[in-house]
């Protein structure tokens, strides 16, 4: 490796070759997250229909990226690992109107030499899986695939066996370049990166199949069946159920064609961070700030105060429309003619959202980011209340003015997502859901009994139901409250408790509801969301006990402490 440091001259010098490759590998391949967007990018120009991520601890141990795309005839392989090799451009003339992802013909190489890179691929096809190296010397392309390995700067190539397509996988990243491992932060961050980063091409991609895997675990896997699924995937089917597809397309001043499309969810879910607006400008996920406040100016005041929305905002211009090059990893793209590209998609996103059916809107979101979001003008009376840990994952700790306040987080949570119900239904019915096909439920007589008695009662809690002989009844709809929806199975178990003498059965009935999207035991809380929970609980008109009459917190005094370690008098 060059040192020019070392040399101990100050004079300005031409750095040499390999230096200067050096120098533009890092500034691509900065940590493990840039590995797989590259080789990502690769599996979508190869035109793959589904690419599986696997990462192993911060990606420095091993990437491995594969997918079912065009492969690559042996030729092709071996030079592809090569410097400046790429089948996309032949010249800068090609540059502007490139529709690849990829065309600086460097990844490969860049991240060969920043690690060990090993390449499986086949162009055909009938090959099978597994190693199929069988040493009768075939090299013409066939059945037979081709494996290039880069280690240490020497080149192998080898039959393998693979289906077509391609698999790269990348080990001992970094392992020559201590001050790259050192500027890496932990694997769960590390891995976080590649995470969102995945999440953000499953989002620009829907119609690939992505997944991934974290140490052998699978984390994300997208069907590749339309960005609804895929927003299942990446968020949860309360986001993805709030969700209006848009399409808009204008015309700019230049005669530059724009198609802005994607999926917005209604601000019924919102996140109290910015970066759930993805953006994609031709196939890639893109930031660009100017774009996303667009998107936020769009949905307007529809957005709860301080509230950010959940979108996906797809891009289409003409390549000579965008410059992806202000950015050495592509990451932000600058426009031409960007001001009128963020009022026309700001104009699609209001449109969107102005004839999307806003009524489901109304609904009160439970997942547990919009459940936590603070009461406008409401005090805390766990304000003074500091997280200090979370126990068992159960039991979130704080200190206080007055000493060690716990916080059963289930109950917590359930109290919250109780009188957030309560104030959003009022003294309205509950929404019902259809239930289709219907459901039929046998019920015991007594439960049976109990449906014939609350008949109206369970109407109103959002039951649609008919008798159906006997004590089996047909469910044509069930309670939705949450946008999601109860189990059929609920009719006889919410009769039961109708009868079961409650003050308010209409409250006991929303008290259940309530508890099941809320916070389980076991749910690992990070620090900032225990305390989001501490302070919105103590928002609530009765913070101190479930819904279901259960204590939400337990306040150990000092005092209690002092006197168990006998420090009496003393501090
Ligand atoms: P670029 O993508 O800029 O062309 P890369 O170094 O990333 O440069 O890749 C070099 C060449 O290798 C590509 O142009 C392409 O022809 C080939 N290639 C890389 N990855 C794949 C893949 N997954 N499937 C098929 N061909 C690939
Ligand atoms: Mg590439």
Known sequence: MTDSASTGTDSVRELDG???????????????????????????????ERIDVAVDGDGTERIRVADDGHGMGRADAALAVEPHTTSKIRDASDLAVADSLGFRGEALASVADAGTLELTTNADGSGGEGDASDGTGRTGEGDVGTRVRVADGETTVADAGRARGTTVEVTDLFADRPARRESLASPAREFGCVSELVADYALARPEVAFSLSHDGRETLRTPGTGTTDALVAVYDREAAGHATAFDHRAELGSRI?????????????????????????NGRPVTNEALRRAVVAGYGTLLPSGREPVAVVRLSLPAAAVDANVHPAKERVALREGDAVADAVETGVRDALTTADLRRSGEVAMDLDSSLAPVEGADSEFADATVIGQFRDLYVLCETDDGLLVVDQHAAHERVNFERLRA???????PSAEVDPAATVSLDPGAAAAVEGNADALAELGFAFDRFGGTTYRVTGAPAPLGRVADADALGETAASLDGGEADPREAALADLACHPSLKAGDALDRETASRLVERLGECEQPHACPHGRPTTLTVGEATLADGFERHGRR
């Open 18 to 48: 390999d230096t200067v490759e050096r120098i533009a590998a890092g500034e691509v391949i900065t940590r493990p997250a840039r590995v797989v967007a590259e080789l990502v990018e690769n599996a979508l120009d190869a035109g793959a």
């Open 257 to 281: 064609e724009l198609r802005a499309e994607g999926a917005l969810v209604a601000p019924a879910v919102t996140r109290s961070t910015r970066e759930h607006v993805h953006l994609a400008v």
């Open 424 to 430: 959003a239904l009022a003294d309205e019915a509950v």
